[in-house]
């Protein structure tokens, strides 16, 4: 007799399967289901359930999948759909599920393509892995809430006057020049209507010789 070996029944077709008692996940081999293998601490029994000290089975909130991850994991890709989640657990039941936040990490809509950017809670420029622009990243302290938008807590996103590329930079800040067409800019900002803005100090040479080429 081998008594590594251990037989519970598949919680969704009720066939047995065999396991290794020093495994972590077993796969059915009827339905292909797969389950985490858990012990109960008083018994000592065997059985399938839906997390154990290392693993936990959470639902794919944009296609209702199953997926097994580990619980140090913070991205978690689903197998089918392919979309990115983030697992979190619950700090008053304990339980793991998956959503928009984690421990460290964020997922928020770019502004621009509405793509999903998964980043760290500390990035303040987050740039967008499909369209390419980037954003800010801001927390909302009354709702508590992480979006991405044109301004963060120390930077802010404005457009150049001259050659209408987006600009990330401090909120204090002095002169700046455009890295796009070396102008020289002056952020400024509308107090009554907390906006910000660049003034044009001096014409970048690029942007000159591309306008004494169009005339």
Do not use: W
Request: hydrophobic share 25%.
């Amino acid at each position: 007799m081998d008594y590594d070996k251990k037989i519970c029944n598949c919680p969704n077709c009720s066939s047995g399967v065999s396991f290794d008692i020093t495994d972590k996940i077993a796969k059915c081999g009827m339905c292909k289901s797969l389950m985490v293998i858990s012990k109960n601490p008083e018994t000592g029994e065997f059985y399938f359930g839906t997390e154990n000290d290392q693993k936990v089975i959470c639902t794919c909130p944009y296609c209702s999948a199953n997926i097994i991850c580990d619980k140090t994991d913070e991205e978690v890709k689903c197998s089918l759909c392919l979309k990115v989640s983030l697992l979190s657990q619950d700090k008053e039941t304990g339980k793991y599920s998956f959503g928009n936040e984690s421990r460290n990490k964020v997922a928020c809509n770019c502004p621009y393509c509405d793509a999903t950017i998964v980043s760290n809670k500390t990035d303040e420029d987050v740039k967008c892995s499909f369209c390419g622009r980037v954003s800010l990243l801001k927390l909302d302290p009354k709702t508590e809430k992480y979006s991405l938008g044109d301004e963060s807590r120390n930077k802010v996103a404005c457009e150049c006057p001259v050659c209408a590329n987006r600009i990330v930079t401090e909120k204090i800040t002095g002169p700046k020049e455009c890295e796009f067409c070396n102008s020289i800019l002056q952020l400024r900002k509308e107090d009554d209507i907390d906006f910000y803005y660049f003034d044009v100090i001096s014409k970048g040479k690029e942007s000159e010789e591309s306008h004494s080429i169009s005339m």
